[in-house]
């Protein structure tokens, strides 16, 4: 992640591919002290580079192959869409970006509430909307001012 919001892609992808190895070995690791590593993770941590990098169309794609093992820790459910929602708003989905905000709500509500990437794409989507539906609408109102830059 740190290489990826440093746009170093090269270094990235090497700590990507190196995850992906040792997680295929380890298989998914969820209930070890509260870890979630293993294969499920490298997917979702790839959306999140890839989307640090700018790349919301490979993120997507990466994104829709991903299944969230049932028992996954609901934080980091609720991140994942919040980064895929953010993908999609750079794509032009505004639809599913929006569905994804809705998926992060409701796996972890609080975290969701003040998640800095949350409110910064419900701030995209509603400058990209000329006419809100009411759940949108209702959403922004559960989410409180959002600051935009």
């Given amino acids: 992640m740190l290489a990826g919001r440093a746009h170093d892609a090269d270094q990235a992808h090497t700590h990507l591919s190196e995850a992906e190895q040792i997680a295929d070995g380890t298989g998914e690791a969820m209930q070890v002290h509260w870890l979630a590593f293993g294969p499920t993770n490298v997917g ?3 959306v999140s580079v890839l989307a640090e990098l ?3 169309g490979e993120a997507v794609e990466v994104a829709q192959t991903i299944v969230i093992p049932k028992g996954w820790a609901k934080s980091r459910t609720s991140h994942h869409y919040a980064e ?8 032009g989905n505004l639809d599913a970006s929006f569905e994804n905000l809705l998926k992060a709500r409701k ?3 609080q975290q969701a509430k003040y998640h800095p990437t949350v409110r910064e ?3 995209g989507l509603e400058a990209a ?3 809100l539906p009411d759940s949108f609408l209702s959403y922004g109102a559960w989410l409180g001012p959002v600051a935009t830059h």
């Fill in 107 to 109: 796996t972890a509500p």
């Fill in 129 to 131: 909307h000329r006419r």
């Fill in 44 to 46: 979702v941590h790839r």
């Fill in 84 to 91: 895929v929602a953010r993908s999609m708003l750079w794509t």
């Fill in 54 to 56: 700018d790349q919301y």
């Fill in 121 to 123: 794409t419900y701030a």
